[in-house]
């Protein structure tokens, strides 16, 4: 079975974690299909957002597969356990990356990897359901791992995400929501719904806008001030301004 589940239109793809049966616990197949898809995305033109959701698992992601990729590290040459260190964590780098905005559908629990797929989207519809846990220190590794060390205190203020790192406890749906880390909180037969209309307004825009501006916002995020952050912003919209100018 394929791990992931992908399909467009009209402009909206809409990717789905396939492992019902394991939570969507992420195995080796599922990196493979992610990375594959990540790869694809980079260039596509046809996809203005993308919709990221947990299908028929009862909850969104539980994170590494513990059962047969989590023990395949461990047993790995240093090497090998490093370039799959790698390869996971950047995953995160690559939902940022791509062009397309990604809205993330979560409901029930999101772990470990789960809650860092959910923190790289950009944009977070969560059921009344959804809950979240930097799980990585609960197994005896440490808390600041998948780029939970970055998201976090950048979503929520690194007084809480300190919390939430340091001891791996619950982050339920409803203080995430108090706490900005959601965009919405929805019934779970409502997410997708939510989703699909947001997305759809996103994608009948400029869709080079689009693309430019999920690219200012990941850039100033880091930006080294108010300066750097205007320049990002001055040179997308004259940009956009000269091709429009032009294709008119």
């Known amino acids: 079975?394929?791990?992931?589940?992908?399909?467009?239109?009209?402009?909206?793809?809409?990717?789905?974690?396939?492992?019902p049966d394991k939570y969507n616990a992420v195995d080796t197949q599922m990196l493979d299909e992610m990375e594959a898809f990540i790869t694809a995305r980079m260039y596509d033109n046809t996809v203005s957002?993308?919709?990221?959701?947990?299908?028929?698992?009862?909850?969104?992601?539980?994170?590494l597969d513990m059962q047969t990729f989590g023990p395949d590290i461990f047993r790995m040459p240093p090497v090998d356990a490093y370039n799959a260190q790698v390869r996971l964590s950047r995953m995160m780098l690559g939902l940022r990356k791509i062009p397309q905005p990604v809205i993330c559908c979560i409901h029930?629990?999101?772990?470990?990897?789960?809650?860092?797929?959910?923190?790289?989207?950009?944009?977070?519809?969560?059921?009344e359901t959804a809950?979240?846990?930097?799980?990585?220190?609960?197994?005896?590794?440490?808390?600041?791992?998948?780029?939970?060390?970055y998201f976090l205190p950048r979503l929520?203020?690194?007084?809480?995400?300190n919390e939430f790192l340091l001891t791996g406890n619950w982050l339920e749906a409803e203080e995430a929501m108090n706490l900005g880390f959601g965009s919405r909180l929805v019934p779970k037969e409502k997410m997708l719904d939510t989703a699909v209309e947001?997305?759809?307004?996103m994608a009948g825009k400029n869709p080079m806008g689009l693309r430019m501006t999920k690219e200012a916002i990941n850039i100033n995020i880091d930006a080294g001030?108010?300066?750097a952050s205007l320049q990002m912003e001055d040179r997308n919209q004259m940009m956009l301004a000269f091709a429009?100018?032009?294709?008119g």
Do not use: P, W
Not at 49 to 63: E, M, N, P, Q, T
């Open 1 to 19: 079975m394929d791990r992931l589940l992908f399909k467009q239109e009209e402009g909206i793809g809409y990717l789905t974690l396939n492992r």
């Open 49 to 63: 957002v993308i919709i990221l959701d947990g299908g028929d698992a009862k909850g969104f992601c539980a994170g």
């Open 108 to 127: 029930g629990a999101a772990a470990g990897i789960g809650f860092s797929l959910a923190m790289a989207s950009d944009v977070r519809i969560l059921a």
């Open 131 to 149: 809950k979240f846990s930097a799980a990585y220190i609960n197994i005896g590794l440490g808390g600041a791992d998948m780029a939970a060390s």
């Open 156 to 161: 929520i203020g690194s007084g809480r995400a």
């Open 198 to 201: 947001m997305a759809t307004v």
């Open 225 to 227: 001030g108010l300066e």
């Open 244 to 247: 429009m100018h032009h294709k």
